[in-house]
T-cell receptor, first 112, second 116 residues
Framework: TQLLEQSPQFLSIQEGENLTVYCNSS?????LQWYRQEPGEGPVLLVT?????EVKKLKRLTFQFGDARKDSSLHITAAQPGDTGLYLC????????????FGQGTILTVHP | DADVTQTPRNRITKTGKRIMLECSQT?????MYWYRQDPGLGLRLIYY???????NKGEISDGYSVSRQAQAKFSLSLESAIPNQTALYFC???????????????FGPGTRLTVL
């Protein structure tokens, strides 16, 4: 069974601060996705990283895929209250062809 | 209109009751999934179906069954509900992409199930 360890589980910060969420595994994934989920809704895809070492930016969010394709990080610069939500990483491929393996999630709260 | 819909959105039931959760999609995707979400555990896969004639168990299928009635419909049943099945349940869809490795899954809004 492939596992994705996501940390931290909870993050409470002030508006304007920077933060990083980590997603680690001992397994290699074909790609890794980051989702954001708001209360009462299902997760929504933010980004997919496919190549080892790949970095993608989405406004103030920076996503990185590790060189060995076993880990990923999400960095938010100058967090805003609108960034509040549950962030989930999910790995695709490896021994779980066609299925996503999710991390436990990080609940981010950004205070005004 | 939402592309992936789930009914009901909320359900409270008693131990031992049979419950069915339904999922419909208008995205034309061939793949459908059922997950449950518990605090601190992320989303765990219950069952998945890559086409109408294909049903596969996920990591936590015990106590659950599914039916793929059509490409657009995938239902999840709890034959005899128990309290530890209290959770948020999500249906998702994706399109088969051949050799691509970046499938996007589209999630429904979820069903909050409480088993007393």
């Amino acid at each position: 069974t492939q596992l994705l360890e996501q940390s931290p589980q909870f993050l409470s910060i002030q508006e304007g601060e920077n933060l990083t969420v980590y997603c680690n595994s001992s397994s290699v994934f074909s790609s890794l996705q980051w989702y954001r989920q708001e209360p009462g809704e299902g997760p929504v895809l933010l980004v997919t990283v496919v190549t080892g070492g790949e970095v993608k930016k989405l406004k103030r969010l920076t996503f990185q895929f590790g060189d060995a394709r076993k880990d990923s990080s999400l960095h938010i610069t100058a967090a805003q209250p609108g960034d509040t939500g549950l962030y989930l990483c999910a790995g695709l491929g490896g021994t779980s062809y066609g299925k996503l393996t999710f991390g436990q999630g990080t609940i981010l709260t950004v205070h005004p | 209109d939402a592309d992936v819909t789930q009914t009901p959105r909320n359900r409270i039931t008693k131990t031992g009751k049979r419950i069915m959760l339904e999922c419909s999609q208008t995205k034309g995707h061939d793949r459908m999934y059922w997950y449950r979400q518990d605090p601190g555990l992320g989303l765990r896969l219950i069952y998945y179906s890559f086409d109408v004639k294909d049903i596969n168990k996920g990591e936590i299928s015990d106590g659950y069954s599914v039916s793929r009635q059509a490409q657009a419909k995938f239902s999840l049943s709890l034959e005899s509900a128990i309290p530890n099945q209290t959770a948020l349940y999500f249906c998702a869809t994706s399109a088969s992409t051949g050799i691509r490795v970046s499938d996007t899954q589209y999630f429904g809004p979820g069903t909050r199930l409480t088993v007393l």
